[in-house]
């Protein structure tokens, strides 16, 4: 029976191998839905505790987005051939500097998440972040291969 919810959670991240380019919004939400699928099954959240779960955990996987595009616009800065040493230094330095804000946001958002779970459910929710990112990337790399 775990194998069927585990197929059923992970086919929208095994057809993406099949997805026309340019489908980009219908792949991520696809990746969205495995993720929030997985994430619910593994944590086996209570009525009561899943909208208050979501309800942080979105809001912190938003903030954690915009510092990862941040991180990538001073990183495409910084690696211009036309910016100057001083310019490139300043970005490294930029980055290093959001990546300290990154992981503040994270221990902030973990006492939020610890208010809604149980430490055994986050310690699930960690694993289970890691282990569908895993996956995510096994699958993008077979479809490169492709």
């Known amino acids: ?55 942080v955990y979105n809001e912190y996987e938003a903030k954690k987005i915009e510092f990862k595009k941040s991180i990538r616009r001073t990183m495409e800065e910084a690696t211009s051939l036309a910016t100057s040493d001083d310019k490139i230094i300043a970005a490294q330095r930029q980055v290093v500097s959001l990546r300290r804000k990154e992981l503040d946001l994270e221990e902030e958002y973990m006492s939020k998440i610890l208010k809604t779970i149980t430490p055994r459910q986050f310690s699930e929710l960690k694993r289970t972040e890691a282990n569908f990112n895993k996956i995510l990337l096994e699958k993008l790399n077979e479809k490169d291969d492709n």
């Open 1 to 55: 029976m775990k194998k069927l919810i585990y197929l059923v959670l992970f086919m929208p991240i095994l057809s993406l191998a099949q997805m026309r380019p340019g489908g980009g919004g219908q792949r991520i939400q696809k990746i969205q839905s495995a993720k929030i699928g997985l994430i619910t099954e593994r944590l086996n959240l209570t009525p009561d505790q899943a909208p208050q779960f979501w309800a």
